[in-house]
Nanobody
Framework: QVQLVESGGGLVQAGGSLRLSCAAS????????MAWYRQAPGKQRELVAS???????NYVDSVKGRFTISRDNAKNTVNLQMYSLKPEDTAVYYC??????????WGQGTQVTVSS
């Protein structure tokens, strides 16, 4: 069983920065696709950023230019560097991983709160 361990959430003022990290518990785990989702209270979970094994990245429009996703294929980790945070970025952020066999794994979620 593979577990995803997230870290890096917290409380920050608007305009501040945070870095989220997610590591798979098994280094030999074959990962195809990695991403970060978020879910704000009363809203649906949305895809924030994703990165393929080949390094192709995508971002939701609301975070383009402010967030950067990166991954380390050797360590099976994915990070989300967030700059210029806004109150509307407040949400629980979830790490998402899809293996090469199509199996999906979610992290436990980490709270990001941006105060105005």
């Amino acid at each position: 069983q593979v577990q995803l361990v997230e870290s890096g959430g917290g409380l920050v003022q608007a305009g501040g920065s945070l870095r989220l990290s997610c590591a798979a518990s098994r280094s030999s785990f074959n990962i195809n696709f990695m991403a970060w989702y978020r879910q704000a209270p009363g809203k649906q979970r949305e895809l924030v950023a994703s990165v393929t094994t080949g390094g192709i990245v995508n971002y939701v429009d609301s975070v383009k230019g402010r967030f950067t996703i990166s991954r380390d294929n050797a360590k099976n980790t994915v990070n989300l560097q967030m700059y210029s945070l806004k109150p509307e970025d407040t949400a629980v952020y979830y790490c998402y991983v899809r293996s090469t066999y199509g199996r999906i794994y979610w992290g436990q979620g980490t709270q990001v709160t941006v105060s105005s």
